[in-house]
Nanobody, 115 residues
Framework: QVQLVASGGGTVQPGGSLEVSCAVS????????MGWYRQTPGNQRELVVN???????YWGEFVKGRFTVNRSFMKRTWYLRMKDLKPEDTAVYYC?????????WGQGIQVTVSS
């Protein structure tokens, strides 16, 4: 059974850093693509990053080198680390994984950037 459970997030001041994580089960880090997306009210979900099983990363244009991703095989957790956060980064962040022909989503995590 595939399960993605996101955690972290919260409120941070502009220019600050934050990490969100996604604990996974039923996902094979070696063969399954994984990603992070975000969504603001009234807008479509947009790509933050997609990482293929081969390790190729595709980033949203707004990231501009401010975010990184990491995977812990031991903890079976997928991390999104964000720095130099801006108010426009405020959104609900979602992790996902493509297992076979199905894309699975974790629950959203609120990230708020505000002074």
């Amino acid at each position: 059974q595939v399960q993605l459970v996101a955690s972290g997030g919260g409120t941070v001041q502009p220019g600050g850093s934050l990490e969100v994580s996604c604990a996974v089960s039923g996902v094979n880090f070696a063969t399954d693509d994984m990603g992070w997306y975000r969504q603001t009210p009234g807008n479509q979900r947009e790509l933050v990053v997609n990482v293929t099983a081969g390790g190729s990363g595709y980033w949203g244009e707004f990231v501009k080198g401010r975010f990184t991703v990491n995977r812990s095989f031991m903890k079976r957790t997928w991390y999104l680390r964000m720095k130099d956060l801006k108010p426009e980064d405020t959104a609900v962040y979602y992790c996902n994984a493509a297992v076979g022909d199905t894309v699975y989503w974790g629950q959203g995590i609120q990230v708020t950037v505000s002074s």
